[in-house]
């Protein structure tokens, strides 16, 4: 019914999360779904549209109710000192004020989520007391992101999201959890995806054991090869001063799939002097 969907992983950067992503696209030509052609990135959609929307979002509604979990909503606002806790967001937000009041005086203190996550961790900090863990919870709301507009980017569009929050460390059979709900989820509107995930720590133990710096941009280039390309992934590691033999390694290990313990034995003997970053 939805074709061209995708499905991916976000690749491991430190932080535990079992998020995933499936993008949908409803403006299926001729169908008459989008309702405003312009670019602005905050489209309209005409009945039929929306009745398709309303219609997937119900199924996945009712599908995470069958697997334990449970509904919340949160504010379209939150402070702009909950939205800035990561690093390089500014551009993603809509900040919010009155004209009257806050413009005048630079006295703007809220803004819209452009995410669900960022709402949810707030959220479960202020009603820790009340919830029971591990929480199960679902939420499908509007975000807004400061996106360049393009083909399938909106700056307005809906996000549904699903997670299970832990009162502390969670054990490893909760992945499975969530990939089994992002199974059947799809599998009720007639998606057929293939799940690809990402995990990028093979390569920072590699960055790590030849002494290289600086991983965050190298690793974000690795995460966007199946997109990107080889060729432009070998460009940027040239870019970066990485060593023939490195490089010859890191393209090696996306060829097949290599354990932790592989990927240390293909780097042993390396040292500092193979790898100069600028």
């Known amino acids: 019914e939805f074709p061209g969907a995708s499905v991916f992983f976000p690749a491991d950067d430190g932080i535990r999360d079992d998020r995933w992503f499936v993008v949908i696209p409803l403006d299926t030509t001729g169908s008459g779904f ?14 039929a549209g929306r009745r398709a929307e ?29 939205l800035r806790g990561s690093v390089g967001v500014d551009q993603q937000i809509f900040t919010v004020s009155r004209p009257i009041e806050d413009a005048p005086k630079n006295n703007v203190s809220l803004g819209l989520h452009f ?17 029971s863990f591990p929480f199960r919870r679902y939420q499908d709301q509007k975000v ?3 996106e360049r507009v393009g083909d399938g980017r909106f700056r307005e569009f809906s996000q549904f999201d699903f997670d299970v929050v832990g009162d502390g460390a969670l054990p ?27 995990d ?7 960055l790590s054991e030849v002494h290289v710096g ?15 390309g080889r060729d432009h992934l070998r460009t940027h590691l040239e ?40």
């Open 34 to 47: 989008r309702g405003n052609e312009s670019d602005d990135g905050f489209p309209e959609w005409l009945p």
């Open 54 to 82: 309303a219609n997937l979002i119900e199924g996945f509604r009712k599908r995470c109710e069958l697997h334990g979990f449970g509904p919340i909503e949160t504010p379209a606002v939150e402070s702009l000192s909950v």
């Open 115 to 131: 995410d669900l996550t960022v709402p949810l961790a707030r959220y479960v900090n202020e009603h820790h007391a009340s919830l």
């Open 144 to 146: 807004w992101r400061g």
């Open 172 to 198: 490893d059979a909760y992945d499975v959890e969530i990939l089994l709900l992002a199974n059947d989820l799809l599998s009720a509107v007639d998606v057929s995806v293939e799940f690809h995930i990402s």
């Open 200 to 206: 990028t720590g093979v390569f920072r133990s590699l």
């Open 214 to 228: 600086r991983h965050r941009g190298i690793l974000k280039n690795i995460t966007k090869c199946a997109m990107t």
């Open 239 to 278: 870019e970066m001063g990485i060593s023939s033999h490195v490089r010859g390694v890191i393209l090696n290990l996306l060829d097949e799939p290599y354990s932790l313990a592989a990927a240390g034995e293909a780097v042993k003997g390396f040292t500092e002097a193979e790898v100069a970053v600028s």
